[in-house]
């Protein structure tokens, strides 16, 4: 060539084709960039200038440029810098790149991931790169050495394939070593094999030669590569290059004499149900083409297994295909595909597409959720109970996913497919026929065989029985909105977290079914041989929809229309919690207004005027400020959470002011004594004006006790009429007990108010089931030693143990009689056996003996009676 003459050696096409990388002889790579049309304009976007002419190229995806140079160097050219740098360098010749993830060109191969390379050089070097290897372990580096420079050179899912001058086909394993030879030197018709090209799915190479094309498909279940007849065209001459399309359909050949031929590629070709065409274009790779639309969809085995039958099903929507060892799944709608391990199972699964974001399969008491698009299961759970109705999965956002399925026949589980853990466990006295989750997750509904319908909230663990008798219940779809029917009544929840809140018609027929379909919701009744159509407010349901997209501003402007009523005032609460959830304070003040709840609606308009202040001064909406939040905790009754909020910002006075506003004096002074206040004693001050002006004696009885008053609070407890409590702190305190004026008061305060035993004594003693001596009036009596007094209060609050104690040291005459009384109080109580000794010691032999046959003790009768007819006999000698 002259100076001015140059050769393209090589092209590439980018990964998206808007631009289109051009290999030059003159030392020089152009990237054109080309636009999506045939029509955009075309310009040159970048420009790498090399020290050598370069013979081949490729454009992996997610990667730059991959590039081969005569000097043996294999480079990298980023377009987005602009700039090129060496992977590595050999000192023979790059003859020839290839790729088998986008369009195959001549020997250098990329990986099947697309995350590494292999070159060939013109020594019969080949060398493996990993840009990633992925954690294979495989190692990188000079490779293998092939007998001749390798120009057809191809990275299979399982090998390495290699052809050249010698007319041998080479299969290698993953380091090098000789897995297959294809032999082809004795025939004299076969030429040199000039490239070569792995399908998409890595299972089939096809190496060019002169007027020839030969295949190779890898057998899975032997492990080896399987040749095909050839493809003979005469006059094809030298096949200069190959490229397969991405879905494995078609091959395309150019040749040296500038012909491009192209091939249908496919194992076989079939028809399903006259609505689906289903290309097998390789063993693990199938094109589902539906007839009428021409929409397709590619079902491919990432790990290479032999694609058995695909199955339409679920009104021709979804796909199934079975591996030796995986299960196949796809939405032809949404083009979402799965595919999750699946050891042989006999084929005996059965499928269930009522949910449109994931199958569930019912295979030997056992089921199974894959959700669309993920290739691992989602849940599996064991029941013997499968119905489409009784399971449900949840859809909605990634982290809400949520089943409900039975146990056994009387008890249902909720668990978090998410989060792997159990939401909660319903048993029912009655069989359970019915169950299905709302959209959001929150609420299940379920019938029982008595036909009763009961609504379980999952949040709050708490169930409702919404109807005694149900014979149709059903969730609106896309929304919360519950259709039920009870006996001649259409029942309808608008807002579901209100069950009290139901719209009732009157029907003369049964509800066959439910539908929604264009923004109408109808729910068809049969009334004898005529079907009647009754249509449900879609403004209230859309409503619900708006609450669950979350958008309150709409679900407020539609309440606004709306006249007053039961239903309208429980989606008002409704929208006011969300609100307030959502930390959307104006929406929460206008519907607390709506609600009529105006101090509610003051409280949060000053603090949607901090938050406003807030949002002006330092931007943002303002509801992140500490005052904001403190307010917010306070509507939510939690007070020690705003307590919190104001301590972290060291805002005591506030924190302070709310509890002194609420009321709430024990925490404002904790809070004043944790902080060391100045006003601590102000504000004891304040809180024992505040108890006594609101006739709180005991409460300001029990402060002036905590402040060592004890003569005050004893003067507040006997003004609030608690003597017993008066007493016990009097006894407690010797200060007190020595004072009689104060111990006759409180005494004759409990003797006044006395109504028996309790007004002397609290508590039970645990050795004689008595009432304890710690509180009585008797016990202060005898501690200013008024005996007398102390001994009548005893005897009427029946304790009888410390009367005859004080007998015994004061009054030894009284000691007979009480224990006497005590006998007989205890034959009062049916404690005959305790009786029996009192009366002995009270010399009551006839009451001791009736006492003793009483509680059948009949050995002590008796002694009784031997030792009383001996003291009688004694007595008359």
């Not at 205890?826 to 029996?836: H, P, R």
Request: aromatic share 10%; net charge negative.
């Amino acid at each position: 060539y002259g100076k001015q003459s140059y050769v393209v050696n090589d092209m590439a096409f980018s990964p998206d084709s808007t631009k289109i990388a051009i290999g030059q002889s003159d030392n020089i790579i152009f990237v054109y960039r080309i636009g999506e049309d045939w029509g955009d304009k075309k310009a040159i976007c970048n420009k790498f200038v090399q020290t050598s002419a370069v013979t081949c190229l490729l454009w992996p995806a997610d990667q730059s440029i991959v590039y081969g140079l005569v000097d043996g160097k294999v480079r990298l050219a980023n377009t987005q810098t602009s700039k090129s740098s060496t992977i590595y360098g050999t000192e023979s010749c790059v003859v020839s790149l290839a790729s088998n993830d986008s369009q195959c060109y001549v020997c250098v191969c990329v990986s099947v991931s697309g995350k590494g390379i292999l070159s060939g050089h013109a020594d019969g070097t080949v060398v493996r790169y990993f840009f990633n290897d992925e954690g294979s372990g495989d190692s990188q580096g000079k490779l293998l050495v092939h007998p001749c420079p390798p120009y057809a050179l191809a990275w299979a899912a399982n090998s390495i394939m290699v052809g050249g001058c010698d007319k041998r086909v080479v299969a290698y394993g993953r380091e090098g070593h000789v897995l297959q030879t294809f032999e082809y030197s004795r025939d004299r018709t076969e030429k040199e094999f000039t490239v070569a090209v792995t399908s998409p799915s890595g299972q089939s190479v096809v190496f060019g030669s002169f007027d020839r094309l030969r295949v190779f498909n890898w057998a899975p279940r032997r492990g080896v590569w399987d040749e095909a007849k050839p493809k003979e065209i005469l006059n094809l001459y030298t096949i200069t290059s190959l490229a397969w399309k991405k879905d494995g359909s078609r091959l395309c050949a150019g040749t040296l004499c500038g012909g491009v031929e192209l091939f249908d590629c496919c194992l076989r070709r079939t028809i399903y149900k006259n609505k689906f065409e289903m290309t097998y274009v390789g063993l693990s790779q199938v094109i589902v083409r539906n007839l009428s639309s021409g929409t397709r969809v590619v079902l491919k085995s990432h790990y290479g297994y032999e694609i058995e039958e695909v199955k339409i099903m679920g009104k021709d929507r979804f796909l199934v295909a079975h591996t030796s060892d995986t299960l196949l799944l796809g939405d032809l709608l949404s083009n979402k595909l799965s595919e999750v391990a699946w050891p042989g199972s006999g084929g005996n699964e059965k499928f269930f597409f009522e949910n449109e974001s994931v199958c569930m399969i019912f295979n030997a008491g056992e089921l199974s959720l894959v959700e669309y698009s993920s290739n691992e299961i989602l849940g599996s759970v064991r029941t013997e109970f499968m119905n489409p109705h009784l399971i449900r999965k949840q859809r909605g956002v990634e982290d809400n996913k949520k089943l409900a399925y039975l146990i056994d026949i009387k008890t249902i589980c909720i668990v978090d497919l998410a989060g792997g853990y159990n939401l909660g466990t319903i048993n029912q006295n009655s069989k359970i026929d019915w169950l299905e989750l709302n959209e959001t997750g929150r609420k299940l509904l379920f019938r029982d065989k008595k036909l009763r319908l009961h609504l379980y909230d999952i949040e709050t663990s708490v169930k409702t029985t919404l109807l005694s008798f149900c014979s149709y219940v059903q969730w609106v779809p896309g929304s919360d909105v519950v259709v039920a029917q009870n006996r001649g009544n259409l029942c309808v929840w608008y807002s579901i977290d209100s069950p009290e809140s139901i719209t009732m018609f009157p029907i003369k027929g049964d509800i066959v079914d439910l539908e929604r379909v264009d923004g109408k919701t109808d729910v068809i009744v049969t009334e004898g041989v005529s079907t009647v159509t009754y249509t449900l407010d879609e403004g209230l349901i859309e409503f619900g929809t708006a609450i669950d997209d979350g958008d309150y501003d709409r679900a407020t402007a539609f309440l606004e229309t709306l006249e007053m009523s039961p239903e309208t005032e429980a989606m008002w609460k409704t929208l006011s919690k969300l609100a307030l959830e959502g930390q959307q304070l104006h929406i929460a003040e206008r519907c607390f207004a709506a609600l009529g709840d105006v101090s509610t609606v003051r409280f949060l308009h000053q603090t949607n005027q901090i938050a406003d202040k807030v949002s002006h001064e330092m931007g943002g909406d303002g509801t992140e400020f500490f005052q904001v939040r403190a307010h917010v905790a306070m509507l939510d009754k939690n007070f020690k959470l705003a307590e919190m909020h104001y301590m972290e910002q060291n805002s005591i006075d506030e924190a302070i002011e709310m509890y002194q506003e609420l009321h709430m004096w024990d925490d404002c002074i904790a809070v004043a004594e944790a902080k060391g206040h100045p006003e601590l004693d102000s504000l004891r001050g304040n809180y024992y004006q505040w108890l006594t002006e609101t006739g709180q004696d005991e409460k300001a009885g029990e402060v002036k006790e905590s402040e060592a008053d004890f003569q005050g609070a004893i003067n507040l407890y006997l003004k609030a009429g608690l003597p017993a409590k008066a007493a016990r702190l009097a006894i407690s305190r010797p200060e007190i007990n020595n004072n009689n004026d104060t111990v006759s008061r409180i005494a004759a305060s409990l003797i006044k108010g006395e109504t028996g035993q309790s007004c002397l004594y609290w508590f039970l003693s645990p050795d004689s089931h008595l009432f304890s001596s710690q509180k009585p009036a008797g016990d202060l009596y005898e501690k200013i030693r008024n005996n007398q007094r102390a001994l009548e209060c005893y005897v009427k609050g029946e304790a009888f143990r410390k009367a005859v104690e004080l007998a015994r040291l004061a009054f030894p005459a009284e000691v007979v009689k009480l224990e006497e009384n005590w006998g007989d109080y205890l034959v009062q109580q049916k404690q005959m056996d305790a009786a029996i000794n009192h009366f002995i010691e009270a010399g009551c032999s006839l009451k001791a003996i009736e006492a003793a046959i009483a509680a059948r003790q009949w050995k002590k009768a008796v002694h009784i009676w031997s030792y009383r007819r001996i003291h009688l006999q004694g007595n008359t000698t």
